[in-house]
């Protein structure tokens, strides 16, 4: 059985604020595990469900952890009913280290998606995977987003978490300001340019304001361009990973 | 307070069998509707929390009810517990009669979008939604497809629901090979040519495979055309809706 410290350290790191704290977070699944071990990221130790271990896709998993000198443990049953975030425990489970992202860690060159005021999980889950499908290594969040280290987003993630950098702004606004001076600054609005117009430059940001206000009159008087994505159906407005999809797939 | 039979009856449509046999569905919240009070959608009851009335756009939504003469009940704060579909009520709720759509209502010319298998709410709300945005008016599902008239599909439609014809296949496979005769039938696969050489046809179907598994063969070797979405990253796959609005913003 695990040790109730374990569990009580595992339980925290389902709240915001312990995530913060410890800077680490939970993964839980065979993919999301499976792509932490293969990627740079600090794993910390991997729980696996003990009457699993030798199904060949945990066994796997199991041999990638002991390659990498990661600690493990074999839960039973009651341990599950404790530490699962979702209803069903898929089996694995990894508590991670939370990397240090720096605001020259996006600013390498190459382009930024900004989200600002991003409150949906498994909208910006959707967004860092769709991002990593297309090759953009960059995003940046307003501080007033959802943390992208809550087990829903990763979820939704597939494991492109481990591949994107993403930075967490404290101040949005004054990050755009000063990275105005090298990055052209993008945003989707209304009545603007049909996005078909766009020119993939090599350092841009692309800004997405927040779903239910759209983009604040402050990011929007910076912004260098401004593109429409044109629809002429009815709805009020798209849903902001099918945009950011949209805008990401002209890169 | 609300009558019990009425209780009971809005607590069964939050289950699929109910909303089949009676062909009634929920919708809560002011957006939605008020878009089904403003559609042609047979709108049976609104239900709203009698503290609110007086808002102004609770006011406006009764005023609507009460000019296409639709039953209104103000129900109390207990009555809410037991009805609500989610954590917080968004303070009014209605029940609305599930259109019956035939084959031939999807077959009226112009692009359909085929969803095979497809089982998250949240990804086919927001399908629906953007076929709404790009005025694409139809969509099939299989008949393993997640009900479209499911609460969390419904929610993440924005009211898009109201204005787009979908039809559940009984056999998605005899479906298609009749439509097979009068329609292209375009995939999204790996490996096909780059889905900037699509070119939209007045009568084309749209074929998304299931998330997990892709294109099923059967429904492969049927297709007349095949694009791909090329990404340049490490992710293995797009999500559906992405995946949709991306091919959906190219017709």
Redesign the interface.
């Known amino acids: 059985m695990l040790p109730q410290k374990t569990i009580k350290h595992i339980l925290k790191l389902q709240q915001k604020k312990y995530r913060k704290e410890f800077a680490e977070f939970l993964v839980e699944g065979v993919k999301g595990v499976y792509e932490g071990l293969r990627s740079d990221a600090d794993v910390l130790l991997v729980l696996v469900e003990g009457s699993r271990r030798d199904e060949p896709e945990f066994a796997e998993l199991i041999q990638l952890a002991e390659e990498k000198d990661v600690a493990i443990e074999f839960v039973v049953r009651k341990d599950i009913g404790e530490i699962k975030t979702t209803e069903t425990f898929p089996g694995v489970l990894a508590v991670i280290s939370i990397p240090e992202i720096a605001p020259e860690d996006v600013l390498e060159g190459g382009p930024v998606i900004v989200l600002d005021n991003i409150k949906d999980p498994?909208n910006l889950g959707?967004i860092i995977?769709?991002?990593?499908?297309?090759?953009?290594e960059h995003i940046v969040l307003s501080e007033d987003s959802v943390d992208p280290y809550n087990p829903k987003v990763v979820r939704?993630t597939?494991?492109?978490i481990f591949?994107i950098k993403i930075f967490e702004a404290q101040h949005l606004e004054n990050f755009l300001r000063n990275a105005s001076k090298e990055y052209v600054l993008v945003g989707l609005d209304l009545d603007a340019a049909p996005?078909e117009k766009l020119k993939p430059k090599k350092n841009a940001m692309y800004i997405f304001g927040s779903e239910s206000h759209g983009l604040r009159p402050e990011l929007e008087q910076m912004l260098h361009e401004r593109y429409t994505?044109a629809?002429?159906?009815?709805?009020?407005?798209?849903?902001v990973?099918?945009?950011a999809?949209?805008l990401m797939?002209k890169l």
């Open positions: 498994g959707t995977r769709t991002a990593d499908w297309f090759g953009i939704s597939m494991g492109s591949r996005i994505i629809g002429k159906g009815s709805a009020e407005s798209l849903n990973a099918v945009s999809g949209i797939s």
